[in-house]
């Protein structure tokens, strides 16, 4: 409770000054006060009752108008010591005081208000009857600029707590920037591979089971082994959506999690599209060249999407799969030669799966240079880096 209320006065601790200080500058006028030689407060009692309250008052407007209060007290001060004379009120030279301070610390030019308050403080000394000598003004024009020197410390403090802040801010902005654009590239990512994993997957699944449907009448047994393919099919989807889901529980470990897609895994690739009823011709060059993680998902995966795309684009089509080392890159070729004369495509894409293909061969650091329809089908062309090869020969290759 004395923190809390502590914390209340902090923020009304200029009214409270301004306040102590009109209080003790009536004190010293209506109780007599004097020095020797004459009152504190010189001049008429009157006077003095309404210039008090105007001087002390104003400090309660510090927080708003710095300067202005500066010029208004130090002004003040001025005419007033011109007009009735230099006092020695204890208000007065506490408020003398506390204006260099606000002029150095608050105000826009505190170089401006230093002059200032050498100005009034001057003409006050040679009004005051009670100065004797130079070193009384030195005295009372030094605590002056103390009191200044004191506001331009706090006024550096000020600005570097400022200029610390302002910098944590932006890099709480840069981070949360930073996190933003991790969560979207992780989300493209997830996005990316469930739909490489399940497109294909239910692109073979809707052409088996429309094979299925066309044999069941007149061919039980085909349509039997149909419906394995079918469950074999359904089974490697599921087989690696469990495996892509355990990557994104980072505090889960699977005991059954299959090696992430590689080239290495083409041949079954090719041989579940081959059942779902698509002539897959596949040229490869044995043994496989060594490519990095990132490329070998990437070359797997844009074959996989261009045999998904045929299946779905092009029933009854006959494809071609060419992978071959090309000037050290890996050269890969998918294509087909449309869809047969009265089939009709099985679904309709919506152009994820080669925004896909080209992200996932740039990220590679390899060139999708072709994925258009062409004369005869649709052909998708492009290279990836070897993991021998230099950096230098991608760029060479794809200009």
Known sequence: MVAAALRRLEGHRDVLLAAALCAGGLYELFAGVIYPGGPVWPGPTAVNALLIPVLTLSLALRPRCPTTVTWFVFVALAVSGAVLGGGEATTEFVLF?????????????????????????????????????????????????VAWLLGLAVRARQQRIGALESEAASAERRHAEQVAAATAA?????????????????????????????????????????????????????????????????????????PAASLEQLDELVAGVRAAGLTVDLDIERPLPVLSAIADLAAYRLIQEALTNTLRHAPGSAALVRVR???????????????????????????????????????AGGHLLQA???????RVHALVPLADAPASTAAEVGT
């Open 325 to 363: 080392r090309a000037r050290g890159q890996l050269e890969i070729l998918a294509q087909d030669d449309g869809p047969a004369v009265g089939a009709a495509p099985a679904a309709t894409g919506s152009g994820r799966g080669l925004i896909g293909m080209a992200e996932r061969i740039a990220l």
């Open 372 to 378: 258009e329809p062409t004369v005869a089908g649709f």
């Open 97 to 145: 005081i506390v204006t260099a301070f606000t002029a150095a610390a608050y105000s826009h030019r505190p170089v401006v208000g230093a002059f200032a308050a050498l100005g009034a403080g001057t003409v006050h000394e040679v009004q005051d009857p009670q100065v004797h000598g130079f070193g009384d003004a030195v005295w009372a024009l030094g605590m002056l600029t």
């Open 186 to 258: 992780e989300r493209t990512a997830i996005a990316r591979e469930l739909h490489d994993v399940v497109a294909h997957a239910v692109s073979v699944i809707v052409i088996q089971a429309q094979a299925g449907a066309r044999a069941l009448p007149r061919d039980p047994d085909l349509a039997a082994r149909v419906l394995e393919q079918i469950e074999s099919s359904g089974r490697t989807a599921l087989t690696e959506l469990r495996g892509l889901l355990t990557l994104l529980a980072a505090d889960e470990v699977s005991a059954d999690r299959r």
